[in-house]
């Protein structure tokens, strides 16, 4: 399952149960924790009102019980209720063989019982009955893959749209650049936003600056767009912001990802002519940004390039004291502009 039709199955899912239709069974696995957590939760907020949990609500961790304890849950009938939830946690520390043995209840789950399996950090074996016994039995199977990179902003602006805010391109690509591959922290950065933008508004670069901390002026995404369009004045400027505050602007991650946007140049060059719908999937980024880097490589031809990626090198081994005494990390980072921008 592509990283699309994850968030697109679970946008489905999510509407399923605001709408009140629960299934027996929801086995939920994969490599993103984040849309797993997210599903159980509302499960576990919507299939019963409060005044019915104590009774009703069983929640286990697979570490701590096994098979027969949780079939022996749902099992059991409710109590002053119309269904009871069982909710297992880390199934994923079960062995396969363990996980198997629940195939006789998902075949035929007790209608009154709604189970939720919980496999986090990896899939289950496709080739294993399991996922196949528990949707013939009416269950439902979530697989939840990893966001791709260029996905995220993507993401985002999607979860902004499902709280009725606008999150622009731009924007979204900031915030995705800042907070790295971790999307239940980006998801919840975005919720934070929405929170303090009305109703139909849009989530603006001073916002984002105000409430995140991201500066809109001097992050690593202008940088980017500065040593791009052979900005060196502005490029110095964020450099001595970097400077500044080395704690939240290491080095070492500010030459990464000038190595992986200068890669990216040189992706441009070796796909010259080719679609931008080609080219986008090329370089992993959304398409709106294409423009931007066909300008960008212009600036930088391939012999350039190659020139670039020694500079790049020489700084990352001096910032870690190969080489040279290591230096001032900001001096570093102005004198690796001066030469890749020369």
């Not at 696995?29 to 797993?36: A, D, K, P, S, Y």
């Not at 919507?46 to 069983?58: A, I, K, P, Y």
């Not at 919840?188 to 600056?209: F, H, N, P, R, Y």
């Amino acid at each position: 399952m592509a990283a699309t039709s994850t968030t697109e199955e679970y946008k489905k899912l999510m509407t399923e149960l605001r709408s009140g239709n629960f299934r027996p069974v929801y086995i939920l696995h994969g490599e993103e924790g984040f849309f797993i957590d997210r599903i159980a939760e509302e499960v576990e907020r919507l299939v019963l009102q409060d005044h019915e949990r104590d009774f009703n609500q069983t929640i286990l961790y697979a570490r701590d019980t096994d098979p027969d304890q949780v079939k022996d849950a749902c099992l059991r009938f409710p109590m002053m209720a119309e269904r009871q939830l069982v909710l297992v946690r880390e199934l994923q520390t079960w062995r396969i063989d363990q996980v198997e043995k629940l195939e006789n209840y998902l075949a035929k789950p007790t209608p009154t019982t709604v189970l939720v399996l919980c496999y986090k950090h990896k899939k289950i074996d496709g080739r294993k009955n399991i996922l196949k016994v528990a949707q013939k039995g009416g269950g439902a199977v979530f697989t939840s893959d990893k966001v791709r990179e260029e996905k995220l902003p993507e993401v985002l602006m999607g979860f902004a749209k499902s709280q009725k805010r606008r999150l622009g391109s731009a924007e979204a690509q900031l915030l995705a650049s800042h907070l790295g591959s971790d999307l239940a922290k980006a998801v919840k950065e975005v919720e934070k936003l929405c929170l303090v933008t009305e109703e139909g508004g849009a989530i603006t670069s001073d916002v984002i600056q105000r409430y995140v901390g991201i500066s809109k002026e001097y992050n690593i995404f202008e940088l980017q767009n500065a040593i791009g369009m052979r900005d060196a004045a502005k490029a110095q400027r964020i450099a001595n912001h970097f400077a500044s505050d080395p704690k939240d602007n290491p080095l070492v991650l500010t030459v990464g990802f000038l190595n992986t946007y200068f890669s990216k140049l040189a992706i441009v060059h070796a796909h010259q002519g080719k679609p931008q719908q080609e080219l986008a999937a090329a370089l992993k980024v959304n398409p709106y940004f294409i423009k931007d880097y066909l300008a960008q490589a212009r600036n930088y031809p391939q012999s350039k390039l190659m020139e670039v990626q020694r500079h790049l090198r020489a700084c990352d081994l001096r910032s870690k004291g190969v080489g040279g005494d290591g230096g001032d990390q900001g001096e570093l980072l102005r004198e690796l502009l001066a030469k890749v921008m020369g």
